[in-house]
């Protein structure tokens, strides 16, 4: 079932590099990373239930934010979320050859996580917004090493803040467990999406950052709890 996948990563890859200069959303791109993300999911008999899809308004862009239990969790993403997405990813994705290409080509947003660059980032966003995609970010910055919730980091609530667009809380349940971290197996089983109602950000100011950020974790947190996280 990984061999699936990584024959699906290649695809894209391969897609995305062939796309023309200059379309990074076009709707073609963006039905291949649908795509991508379901072929992880379905030849390992992964399904999803998603609750909440009600709070996901067509034509509205999101900062969405999401707890991180497994590498799987970005294809349950595209799979999942009926909006054009556009991730932070850790610069070492960025890094491989041809992969790094392609993720350029698509709009990814690199980051590195242990020297963020602000100025580099916020060219990412912005082309991703007038591209018309929500920003998706893992606020934890890395896969959970036990599946309890960490801290939280500010830059997706200042991102939000600073577009005044609003974050929408995503909790993610089972991938932990289907994808272990540091395996290379996929197994079967159930997904579980919570998607809350968005938070909007109008008139909030970058002081009002840590105060969302702890206000989206919680909620999150709750989420998983009522449900079992792993």
Avoid: K
């Avoid at 379901?38 to 999803?48: H, K, S, Y």
């Amino acid at each position: 079932m990984f061999a699936s996948g990584l024959a699906a990563t290649a695809a894209v890859m391969i897609a995305s590099i062939g796309a023309p200069s200059g379309t990074p959303t076009s709707h073609r791109i963006n039905r291949v990373l649908r795509m991508w993300g379901r072929a992880w999911l379905v030849p390992a008999g992964v399904r999803l239930e998603i609750q909440g899809l009600e709070n996901v308004a067509q034509g509205q862009q999101y900062v969405v934010a999401s707890n991180h239990l497994s590498n799987l969790d970005p294809m349950v993403m595209l799979a999942s979320l009926p909006i054009p997405l556009r991730f932070l990813a850790m610069r070492e994705l960025f890094d491989v050859p041809v992969l790094g290409q392609a993720l350029r080509r698509i709009g990814m947003i690199e980051i590195d996580r242990a020297s963020p660059d602000g100025t580099t980032i916020a060219r990412g966003v912005q082309q991703a917004l007038r591209d018309e995609a929500s920003i998706f970010v893992f606020p934890e910055g890395q896969t959970s090493h036990d599946g309890s919730l960490s801290r939280f980091r500010i830059g997706a609530f200042t991102i939000a803040i600073e577009h005044g667009i609003p974050i929408l809380p995503v909790a993610v349940i089972g991938t932990r467990g289907i994808w272990p971290p540091g395996s290379n197996t996929i197994h079967s089983g159930v997904v579980r999406l919570i998607i809350q109602e968005p938070v909007h950000t109008g008139g909030m100011t970058s002081g009002d950052a840590v105060l969302l950020r702890d206000r989206i974790r919680l909620s999150i947190e709750s989420a998983c709890s009522a449900s079992g996280s792993d």
